[in-house]
């Protein structure tokens, strides 16, 4: 059997009243005792007068004075993240909160549903929950806080998901001879993230991580490129469609996955340059909050040879 | 949340020893113990010079003097039948066998994993697994022993997997007043299989299932229309090239799923009447055994426009 990695995150992004007072003055150890209920470690961290960016051995943490952005792949429990959070500074201190478990792998890996889950979290906090996309292709849960929040209009996050990365830029990634340098000029993160401050990481036997920040703007990438279950996915508060750089179009052609997600919080993600595909689906959900999530699952045009597995 | 119902099957074929005598004597109590242990009960049965076919509770058994196929959906404990049988009869008596568990919409539910099973499966009989199509998308599982046998070659079988179906007759499958006979109709099983002897029957509150067995020949189509999770799936030994009815592509037509499968051995099918699609992946295994496997996922050519689902 290859090697496999549950590359999929599950992702926590909570707005805080301003009572509690700044969110970066709570210090690493908060964060780090955080990011430890979740199962995952602080690898290292930048920071810059809006944001502290955290490196994490499962993914990436932002945290800005009045919200932060968790976000754990592999059999994390950023659950009980959440869970801790709400216990540490009281559920009234907080005026939204977005719990998100993407399609997963091999789901019976992980150490909850999202149905459990969801369990542990109404029984701290009132909010919805919904799935978007079919059980048996692409889908993702999402909880969110239905509590009134005006400002929910105002954050724009979008997220590309992409499975089964395919040619050159795969095959670099898959190869021993890798360097987190030559990643960082593969994927043209200067060009495409001008005036960024990186902070990548190398992981051992195969995965890269790069979080950026500027100003109150932040991206990461995660790649996880094991041959059966390759995954890569980039997640920015950007405003895509007045950038100069159609970052999505430009990761898709270099990694060339078979298959992808876009998912939008307040952006609908135009997708005119993206490489030869099939929209399989997509969704517009107008939340009670007044913002409006989109998804979309795309398939590249052409069939895929596939190659059994042996077990 | 809508009703769930995990329609997609496990299947177990056996081919046994001459030596063993005519399975179909081993009677009635002894299929009734073996579909028990996977959790599933005799419904009805018909018969004809050939072969045995019993309607189940979860699916379908067919018995014919050498050999049986047994399908089993909805949570059912299938490798406990197959480690059953083998225990019943001894491994050396078994001249082939094969163990397949396609995509599941919800693998969490199930009492075992493949990987689980297979352990079982291997401490009492030798052979080789793989699996076909990846991980996030559909996929099947296949175990099958890898002891000489000439006449797998001989062996045809294709099944149709159907997902997300629409339309009419989608409508129709999930009102309250549909009865076995309309169904039958509306399928035009008639017209599709004619001289078969039929056997079907209606679950409550949704579902279908008809068996029909001329000579030598089998089909069974199971339907599981619920709305979140629906699923047909048709499975025969008809040689289908040959067959004067395009059955695959008429019931695309009448059901209209969003997405198929074809999993066919010793047998590729022709997709030329198909309606539009795009086939998202295909593969073509030979086993050792000299048998051929051919597996294609389809998926309609238009975009979906999904409803999310309120947990």
Redesign the interface.
């Known amino acids: 059997m290859t090697l496999f990695f549950e590359g999929s995150e599950k992702k926590l992004e909570i707005h805080v009243c301003q009572t509690l007072g700044d969110l970066r003055q709570l210090g690493r150890n908060f964060w780090h005792a955080l990011v430890k209920k979740a199962n995952a470690d602080i690898i290292s961290s930048i920071a810059n007068d809006e944001c502290d960016a955290y490196l994490l051995s499962e993914s990436s943490l932002f945290v800005w004075h009045d919200r932060f952005v968790l976000l754990t792949c592999g059999n994390s429990t950023l659950v009980d993240a959440f869970i801790f959070f709400i216990d540490s500074v009281g559920a009234s201190q907080i005026r939204f909160a977005c719990y998100q478990r993407k ?1 997963e ?4 890996l ?1 150490a909850s ?3 459990e889950d ?1 369990k542990l979290i109404k029984a701290s906090i009132a909010g ?11 889908h993702h ?1 999402l909880f969110h806080t239905d509590a009134p929040f005006e400002d929910a209009v105002n954050d724009t996050t979008s997220e590309l998901l992409m ?2 990365i395919s040619g050159d830029m795969a095959q670099y990634l898959r190869s021993d001879r890798q360097t987190a340098t030559q990643i960082r000029e593969l994927l043209s993160l200067r060009a495409l993230f001008p005036s960024f401050i990186l902070d990548d990481h190398l992981f051992s036997p195969l995965g890269y991580s790069v979080n950026g920040i500027r100003g109150r703007y932040y991206f990461t990438i995660h790649i996880s490129p094991q041959e ?2 390759a995954y890569v996915s980039i997640e920015t508060n950007l405003p895509l469609g007045e950038y100069p750089q159609p970052i999505f179009a430009d990761l898709l052609k270099l990694l060339m996955p ?2 992808w997600d876009i998912m939008s919080f307040n952006e609908k993600h135009p997708d005119e340059y993206f490489p030869a595909h ?6 517009s ?1 107008a939340t009670s909050l007044g913002y409006n999530i989109h ?1 979309s699952h795309y ?1 590249q ?1 052409c ?9």
Do not use: M, N, W
């Open positions: 399609s792998f091999v789901s019976q992980q549903s999202f149905a969801l919805k929950a919904f799935r978007v996309g079919h059980l048996d292709s692409h849960y499975y089964h059966q279950s078979r298959s099939l929209c399989l689906s997509t969704c959900i998804f398939q045009s069939t895929e040879v596939l190659i059994p597995e042996f077990i």
